[in-house]
């Protein structure tokens, strides 16, 4: 079984940038589809981005397309989000998942904190 290990989270402020990291334990790493969710406070938690197994194919939620960018390296076991030109708005819990495609989310990190100051 997997494990999720998240990382890089922290205080930015408005327009700067982030990547989080995703450390995943267990040699099937390269055979799920990776994602990220978040949480804000008050808020439910929502999808933020996928990435196949193979890397070729990926998908974002629209609020965020064109500033976050996932990708994934199978020799490192490790899946990451870039995050650019950060808003308040994206400060969240950010969660790193797994899956057997980009919409059966079955493993959750414990999540990785992100605060954006105005």
């Known amino acids: 079984q997997v494990q999720l290990v998240e990382s890089g989270g922290g205080l930015v402020q408005a327009g700067g940038s982030l990547k989080l990291s995703c450390a995943a334990s267990g040699r099937t790493f390269s055979t799920y589809a990776m994602g990220w969710f978040r949480q804000a406070p008050g808020k439910e938690r929502e999808f933020v981005a996928a990435i196949t197994w193979s890397g070729r194919s990926t998908r974002y939620t629209d609020s965020v397309k064109g500033r976050f960018t996932i990708s994934r390296d199978n020799a490192k076991n490790t899946v990451y989000l870039q995050m650019n030109s950060l808003k308040p708005e994206d400060t969240a819990v950010y969660y790193c998942?797994?899956?057997?495609?980009?919409?059966?989310?079955?493993?959750w990190g414990q999540g990785t904190q992100v605060t954006v100051s105005s």
């Open positions: 998942v797994a899956g057997s495609t980009t919409y059966n989310w079955e493993l």
